[in-house]
């Protein structure tokens, strides 16, 4: 397990001193360090408010801080997958998950190809491909929305509560695919939730954002060994370190009534 | 006979018959009450006025129509450009809008002296007025559709550095097709009122005219039947623009998808 402070690999993504202030007397982060090690997968838990996604928006360089600095491993390619699938209704399936490569000028034939493959990636065929977003559940668009992600093969996938509005069930199914991904690809991947046990599923490390703006991060390393599945849901040793990542959460929120 | 179409035979009888009944008390009363028919002529008056004026009727509504499709298709053009204008920019659509909305309130009658001076009457000055009756509600929807959308979908198209134009191309216009149908089913009833209204004003001669003239000189001349004919005739081409217009609108958006997909 990498420490956080001295990951044993090079960090993909890093915030020294990090600030972000939309108005200068409620700075929404303050002096964050923050180190992601290439090929982790970290999820961002915390209390609602206290930056999660404004932490994403950095790392995924749509937003600059107001100081300190956020670096990236060289030119690293980064993705974003919404809460919200966000497809296009006038495009297919198959051009939904295209966009990013036009809109980077990616040449026709690579293009066609790369679709291909992230299409494959998700289990779509070749009729699911021209399905247009209205004609799929909301979990065949989330699954196209991840596809759309991918399709750039991304060093670094960052991903704002992306299964929140979905049912558990399907929830948990999509945690399942996503380490699959993830493994099968190698991707940095930062995942903001809400849910604590979809947060140690998922990583190598949890990483508790406190309520109170200034205040230390809280690291919990996950140390489960890779590839995971269903069955360590169950296990005393999941539900153990879920309970610890809960309390952790549940603190920093009471500093905040406090 | 499939169920669907028994449903449609279903929704067309009852204002059929509702018509029928309104005519036949609008017979009674006017044989009943011995109207003059200067003043209210009976249905089967105005069928008879439709008959001797067949000629004169079709070619008044074609003329008519093709001005009011000219003027509605300026509108499109020049409302859809417009509005690609003003979405680009803050500044240009603070400094315009309240120009667009004059279009919209200025009352005819009080440029139309105007027009006569700059474009003449005829044709073109019908077109003219057509134009700037139906092209507020195309500016409006347009430019709404442009400019409502979703954050998240603007970020992702940051994050892959998408340009002005590809945003524009890719984004907003695609984005606005569902706003833009909405606008164009409003103008296409509007240009139809333009057109006729043009040429009651700006657009006719003794020898070349459409509905607008033949409204005033049949009323002028207390024709009242041949004014019902004419006031008819100017109804159905409304409807038959807006059902063109409506049956387009809800095919492309079938293909379409309306709004963004959640």
């Known amino acids: 397990m990498d420490s956080p402070s001295a990951p044993s690999v090079l960090p993909a993504l890093s915030f020294d001193g990090v600030t972000v202030a939309f108005d200068a007397r409620h700075p929404v982060l303050e002096r964050v360090d923050l180190t992601i090690a290439d090929g982790e997968f970290v999820s961002l838990v915390g209390p609602s408010g206290c930056g999660k996604s404004t932490a994403l928006r950095l790392m995924a360089g749509l937003l600059e801080p107001t100081s300190g600095t956020v670096e990236r491993y060289e030119d690293s390619r980064v993705a974003l997958v919404f809460q919200e699938p966000n497809l296009l209704p006038w495009r297919t399936v198959e051009e939904n998950i295209r966009l990013p490569l036009e809109l980077l000028g990616v040449e026709a034939t690579e293009a066609r190809q790369r679709v291909g493959e992230s299409l494959e990636l998700i289990s779509f065929g070749p009729a699911d491909a021209v399905k247009r977003p209205r004609e799929l559940s909301g979990g065949m668009r989330m699954r196209v929305s991840l596809a759309r992600a991918l399709v750039t093969r991304p060093d670094v996938l960052l991903l704002d509560e992306p299964f929140a509005a979905l049912d558990d069930l399907l929830r948990e199914q999509l945690n399942e695919e996503l380490l699959e991904i993830h493994s099968a690809r190698g991707t940095t991947a930062i995942f903001v939730t809400h849910n604590v046990s979809e947060a140690v599923f998922l990583a190598d490390r949890v990483v508790v954002m406190p309520a109170t703006t200034g205040d230390e991060f809280v690291h919990v390393p996950v140390g489960f060994s890779r590839p995971r599945n269903a069955a360590l849901r169950a296990t005393a040793d999941f539900a153990q370190l879920a309970g610890d990542v809960s309390t952790t959460l549940r603190n920093s929120d009471r500093e905040e009534a406090r | ?262």
């Open chain 2, 1 to 262: 006979m499939s169920p669907s179409s028994w449903f449609r035979l279903a929704a067309w009888w009852p204002p059929l018959l509702l018509l029928l009944v309104v005519l036949t008390g609008w017979q009674t009363a006017v044989w009943w009450f011995d109207w003059p028919v200067f003043l209210v002529p009976a249905p089967t008056d105005v069928a008879t006025a439709v008959v001797e004026d067949g000629d004169r009727l079709l070619s008044a509504t074609a003329r008519t129509g093709v001005a009011a499709v000219a003027g509605f298709a300026a509108s499109l053009l020049g409302g859809v450009l417009i509005a690609v204008i003003f979405s680009q920019s803050r500044l240009v659509r603070a400094s315009c809008y309240p120009y667009a909305i004059f279009l919209q309130t200025v009352p005819i009658i009080a440029i139309a002296p105007l027009i006569i001076t700059w474009f003449g009457t005829g044709f073109a000055s019908v077109v003219l007025v057509t134009l700037i009756i139906s092209l507020f509600p195309i500016i409006a929807s347009t430019t709404s559709g442009l400019l409502n959308i979703d954050e998240d979908l603007l970020e992702l198209f940051r994050l892959y550095r998408a340009g002005r134009w590809q945003v524009l191309w890719k984004l907003r216009l695609p984005h606005a097709v569902p706003y833009l149908v909405t606008g164009a089913r409003t103008s296409s009833g509007m240009a139809v009122i333009g057109a006729i209204v043009g040429e009651f004003f700006v657009g006719h001669t003794t020898t070349h005219y459409g509905l607008g003239y033949l409204v005033l000189s049949t009323s002028q001349n207390l024709k009242t039947a041949h004014l019902f004919a004419a006031v008819i005739a100017s109804a159905l081409l409304g409807i038959a623009l807006f059902g063109i217009v409506t049956l387009t609108g809800s095919t492309l958006l079938a293909r379409w998808g309306s709004g963004v997909e959640k």
